[in-house]
């Protein structure tokens, strides 16, 4: 009798691999989704298990094919990385859709990076900015300054200094990460200062509807 995820997690936690990585073959082999996507996991990232990328690429792919939101993205990242063979990014660019179809804003950010840099694809500007939009709107940061920089310098949308600022504000406020904050500054030495008032209060307006949607914590109040 198999045991149970529950059993593989606290195997692998506690450094038994081979335990871990028979419990999730075992459930997999019965259709487990979880199980698919954890084994699949496994052999991508080793763990103690040599990289057996080819069996990466099933298991996720079988997770995939379940529904999983999340075997998409990892398929992507082996295929836009080359493990365990060449890199295919035509085929990550597949999996970062169905990925971001499902929720990934990871998937999402890459998408849009691939979509700008035209790798897997032909270059499109305006493409990476619906991606990154789509992450953005989650809160993603990465997306947001992303979007800046589009903004900044009027790839696939019109040049508009204040949606510049706003989107490197709104990357900058969760953590005050130190690219988005000097990506901030630096705009802000183009504009007057009625723009930059006006970029702050759609910056403030937009953080207030992701703090209502839940989707980013509140900030301190300090």
Request: charged share 20%.
């Amino acid at each position: 009798m198999a045991g149970s995820l529950e059993e593989a997690k606290t195997a692998h936690d506690n450094g038994d691999l081979r335990n871990a990585e028979r419990i999730y073959s075992e459930l997999s082999n019965q259709g487990d989704r979880i199980a698919q996507l954890q084994l699949g996991l496994m052999y991508d990232e080793g763990h103690g298990i040599p990289g057996q990328y080819q069996q990466a690429v099933r298991w996720l792919s079988v997770a995939a094919s379940q529904g999983d939101p999340e075997a998409p993205y990892y398929l992507g990242r082996i295929y836009q990385d080359g493990r365990g063979g060449p890199k295919n990014y035509a085929r990550a660019r597949q999996w970062y859709r169905v990925a971001s179809e499902r929720g990934q804003t990871k998937a999402a950010v890459n998408l849009g990076v691939m979509h700008a840099f035209g790798l897997g694809g032909p270059m499109n500007y305006h493409a990476a900015g619906q991606w990154f939009l789509l992450a953005a709107n989650y809160g993603d940061t990465k997306a947001q300054d992303n979007l800046g920089v589009l903004y900044q310098n009027g790839e696939g949308v019109r040049r508009d200094y204040i949606k510049t600022y706003m989107w490197f504000a709104l990357a900058a406020a969760p953590s005050g990460d130190s690219v988005a904050v000097k990506h901030r500054d630096q705009i802000a030495r183009f504009m007057a200062p009625a723009q930059i008032e006006q970029a702050q209060k759609l910056s403030s307006e937009k953080m207030y509807a992701l703090i209502r949607c839940n989707i980013v914590p509140t900030l301190p109040c300090h």
